[in-house]
C-alpha cells in the first residue's frame, strides 16, 4: 500500500505549496490504477492552480505580469493535456505503469514548477494591490 505521504508533502511554511513526488514507488506497489489515481490526483490540484489564476485578484496590472499569466496559463493546459493522455492510456491499458513512471515523474516535476510560479505570480498581484 503507498501512503499519501509518499505523494504529497505540505510544508509548514507555506501550507499553500502541495510537494507531488513518485519517487517512493517500488515495482510490486506500481500498477496502473496506482498511477492513475496519483495522476488524477495531479489533475485536480492542476485545474485548482488554473482557477487561482482565473480569479479576479489575479488580475495582470502591467504587460509583464499579463506576459507572466499567460505563460503560467499555458503551462497548465500543457500539464492537463499530458496528464489526461496518460491517465486515458493507463485506463485502456496501452501499456504499462512501469512504461509512464518517468514521464509521470517529469509531470510531478512540472507541476511543482508551475506552482511555485504561480504563488510568486500570487505575490506580485497581492504586492501590487497593497502597494497602490
Given at each position: 500500500?503507498?501512503?499519501l505521504s509518499s505523494f504529497c508533502c505540505i510544508p509548514k511554511s507555506n501550507p499553500m505549496i502541495v510537494s507531488h ?111 497602490t
Amino acid at each position: 500500500m503507498v501512503s499519501l505521504s509518499s505523494f504529497c508533502c505540505i510544508p509548514k511554511s507555506n501550507p499553500m505549496i502541495v510537494s507531488h513526488k513518485i519517487d517512493d514507488f517500488t515495482p510490486s506497489e506500481l500498477n496502473n490504477t496506482t498511477l492513475v489515481t496519483r495522476l488524477e490526483r495531479n489533475l485536480k490540484d492542476v485545474h485548482q492552480l488554473r482557477s487561482k489564476l482565473n480569479s479576479y485578484s489575479c488580475e495582470p496590472q502591467t504587460y509583464s505580469l499579463f506576459e507572466r499569466i499567460e505563460s503560467l496559463k499555458n503551462g497548465l493546459e500543457n500539464l492537463i493535456r499530458s496528464d489526461q493522455e496518460i491517465i486515458t492510456a493507463l485506463k485502456e491499458r496501452k501499456k504499462s505503469a512501469k512504461e509512464y513512471v518517468e514521464r509521470a515523474k517529469q509531470q510531478y516535476s512540472e507541476f511543482n514548477k508551475l506552482q511555485q510560479g504561480v504563488e510568486e505570480y500570487m505575490g506580485l498581484t497581492r504586492s501590487r494591490y497593497i502597494h497602490t
